[in-house]
């Protein structure tokens, strides 16, 4: 009897023991399963900011956190439970506190469009990767924006914008790229910033039939990549021709080492290019490797090697996310070679933090605020933004004008693509006249800045062009 009751017993227990292990495990593999599946898209569920989904608004979240304000929270709840009036009230309160912040100014249009019939673009921008080129970039689709707006729309249409955060990240802009190619009512976008996100996204949005415009991706390689990929920025060949005859003929330097980044497709690019106009002009490129990419990346070790190998100038091209590590070396540099640089390094960070460093620094850029006298677009900016706005700004306005203008005749997406290469489209924009190349390339060249000093900015010195005939 005793023996029975044991085994019943034991037999229970089992019993419990492998109800208890199959819910564990099935338990574990739930969580399991939620954790790979979120790592495999990308969807880390630690960070909040992981899914594609919560890196797009129109208005109902705020991606810019920086320049989160009690109006402009209550701006965007409001704009999330689809009370416009009272976004549009708290996000115009937001700006007369800081008129400075694009993202408050494109969701307050994007309020007003939501009561009308509107067209929706996009734009894609570094918000978590590189903030101050993000907010140049999205003052100039702000700025675009809100003239359309304010001059009746296109053809009668507000214009509305979705903004996203890529981070200058391939993987997440393709995932951007991705979404917007699903979210039919998108008929245009802005983006990428980067060459390496750019050339990443290019193939979807081609596939998908969407216009991309670029305002800042100058690598070659992306020079017709697809019948449906532009951009309003000039490329790596404009630039780099214009730099190098620059040094060989007015600066006299013919031994030139150049760092650039072994991660960035765009300074490679302009590498290489730079490297043909300066090998034509009958100077030549200095032996030292210098790539601030490395791991062992040594700023006066570099320097030094420099100087020993006969270098006269150093040329620097960095990736935009790591233009601190080019000021480290212009600070190791000291004055002692002549500095040239990539189109990246023209940004407030370049003068805030190279100071005396970069006084003297050479580069080429698409446009400046002096290039082009009497243009609406410098006055325009400084009342809207309280200052100069830099290139970055003035060829995201010029992509939105360009997308606006393709949109006065063409109501589709093939429509637009076929507006924007046609032989006759043209638009007048912050750098002059916007016109497409068959390659999808703007039709324009680069002018030279130097930074001197000057008293009429906070850190002391300041970009002025250059006129020198070469």
């Given at each position: 009897?005793?023996?029975?009751?044991?085994?019943?017993?034991?037999?229970?227990?089992l019993l419990f023991t492998t109800a208890v292990l199959g819910l564990g495990f099935?338990?574990?593999?739930?969580?399991?399963?939620?954790?790979?599946?979120?790592?495999?898209?990308?969807?880390?569920?630690?960070?909040?900011?992981?899914?594609?989904?919560?890196?797009?608004?129109?208005?109902?979240?705020?991606?810019?956190?920086?320049?989160?304000?009690?109006?402009?929270?209550?701006?965007?709840?409001?704009?999330?439970?689809?009370?416009?009036?009272?976004?549009?009230?708290?996000?115009?309160?937001?700006?007369?506190?800081?008129?400075?912040?694009?993202?408050?100014?494109?969701?307050?249009?994007?309020?007003?469009?939501?009561?009308?019939?509107?067209?929706?673009?996009?734009?894609?921008?570094?918000?978590?990767?590189?903030?101050?080129?993000?907010?140049?970039?999205?003052?100039?689709?702000?700025?675009?924006?809100?003239?359309?707006?304010?001059?009746?729309?296109?053809?009668?249409?507000?214009?509305?914008?979705?903004?996203?955060?890529?981070?200058?990240?391939?993987?997440?802009?393709?995932?951007?790229?991705?979404?917007?190619?699903?979210?039919?009512?998108?008929?245009?976008?802005?983006?990428?910033?980067?060459?390496?996100?750019?050339?990443?996204?290019?193939?979807?949005?081609?596939?998908?039939?969407?216009?991309?415009?670029?305002?800042?991706?100058?690598?070659?390689?992306?020079?017709?990549?697809?019948?449906?990929?532009?951009?309003?920025?000039?490329?790596?060949?404009?630039?780099?021709?214009?730099?190098?005859?620059?040094?060989?003929?007015?600066?006299?330097?013919?031994?030139?080492?150049?760092?650039?980044?072994?991660?960035?497709?765009?300074?490679?690019?302009?590498?290489?290019?730079?490297?043909?106009?300066?090998?034509?002009?009958?100077?030549?490129?200095?032996?030292?490797?210098?790539?601030?990419?490395?791991?062992?990346?040594?700023?006066?070790?570099?320097?030094?090697?420099?100087?020993?190998?006969?270098?006269?100038?150093?040329?620097?091209?960095?990736?935009?996310?790591?233009?601190?590590?080019?000021?480290?070396?212009?600070?190791?540099?000291?004055?002692?070679?002549?500095?040239?640089?990539?189109?990246?390094?023209?940004?407030?960070?370049?003068?805030?933090?190279?100071?005396?460093?970069?006084?003297?620094?050479?580069?080429?850029?698409?446009?400046?605020?002096?290039?082009?006298?009497?243009?609406?677009?410098?006055?325009?900016?400084?009342?809207?933004?309280?200052?100069?706005?830099?290139?970055?700004?003035?060829?995201?306005?010029?992509?939105?004008?360009?997308?606006?203008?393709?949109?006065?005749?063409?109501?589709?997406?093939?429509?637009?693509?076929?507006?924007?290469?046609?032989?006759?489209?043209?638009?007048?924009?912050?750098?002059g006249k916007i016109e497409f190349l068959p390659s999808g390339d703007r039709s324009?060249?680069?002018?030279?800045?130097?930074?001197?000093?000057?008293?009429?900015?906070?850190?002391?010195?300041?970009?002025?062009?250059?006129?020198?005939?070469?």
């Amino acid at each position: 009897m005793n023996s029975q009751k044991e085994t019943k017993l034991l037999i229970l227990s089992l019993l419990f023991t492998t109800a208890v292990l199959g819910l564990g495990f099935w338990l574990w593999s739930k969580v399991s399963g939620n954790n790979l599946n979120s790592l495999l898209s990308g969807n880390n569920p630690q960070s909040p900011s992981g899914s594609t989904s919560a890196r797009v608004s129109i208005g109902e979240k705020i991606l810019v956190t920086a320049d989160t304000s009690p109006d402009k929270q209550a701006g965007v709840q409001a704009f999330a439970k689809g009370d416009f009036v009272t976004a549009t009230a708290k996000l115009k309160a937001s700006l007369l506190k800081n008129r400075n912040d694009p993202e408050s100014l494109i969701y307050l249009n994007n309020s007003q469009a939501k009561n009308s019939n509107s067209l929706k673009i996009a734009v894609s921008v570094p918000i978590g990767g590189n903030l101050d080129v993000a907010k140049e970039i999205l003052r100039g689709v702000a700025q675009a924006q809100d003239e359309v707006n304010r001059g009746g729309g296109i053809n009668g249409k507000l214009l509305q914008i979705a903004i996203a955060s890529d981070d200058n990240d391939p993987t997440q802009a393709q995932q951007v790229a991705t979404q917007f190619v699903k979210d039919t009512s998108i008929l245009a976008v802005v983006g990428h910033n980067s060459s390496n996100t750019s050339i990443a996204a290019a193939p979807i949005y081609q596939q998908g039939g969407l216009v991309m415009i670029s305002p800042s991706s100058t690598a070659q390689n992306l020079s017709g990549i697809g019948s449906y990929i532009f951009r309003t920025v000039p490329s790596n060949g404009s630039f780099a021709e214009r730099l190098a005859s620059y040094t060989i003929k007015t600066a006299r330097k013919t031994n030139i080492a150049i760092c650039t980044d072994s991660k960035a497709i765009d300074t490679q690019s302009f590498r290489d290019e730079f490297i043909k106009g300066i090998v034509a002009g009958g100077g030549k490129v200095n032996s030292t490797t210098c790539d601030i990419a490395s791991a062992n990346f040594d700023p006066n070790t570099l320097i030094s090697q420099f100087i020993s190998s006969g270098a006269d100038g150093l040329v620097l091209a960095p990736n935009v996310d790591r233009i601190n590590k080019a000021l480290d070396l212009a600070a190791a540099n000291n004055g002692k070679l002549s500095l040239f640089a990539s189109p990246t390094l023209y940004t407030f960070q370049t003068l805030q933090v190279g100071k005396a460093d970069v006084n003297g620094l050479v580069l080429p850029v698409p446009w400046h605020p002096q290039a082009i006298p009497g243009n609406p677009f410098v006055e325009n900016a400084v009342k809207l933004w309280g200052g100069n706005v830099n290139w970055r700004t003035a060829t995201a306005y010029d992509a939105t004008i360009a997308i606006a203008k393709g949109l006065q005749q063409a109501s589709t997406r093939d429509d637009l693509q076929q507006a924007l290469h046609s032989s006759n489209f043209t638009a007048n924009g912050a750098t002059g006249k916007i016109e497409f190349l068959p390659s999808g390339d703007r039709s324009g060249t680069a002018i030279l800045v130097k930074v001197q000093p000057s008293s009429k900015t906070s850190t002391g010195y300041d970009f002025v062009p250059l006129l020198v005939g070469i």
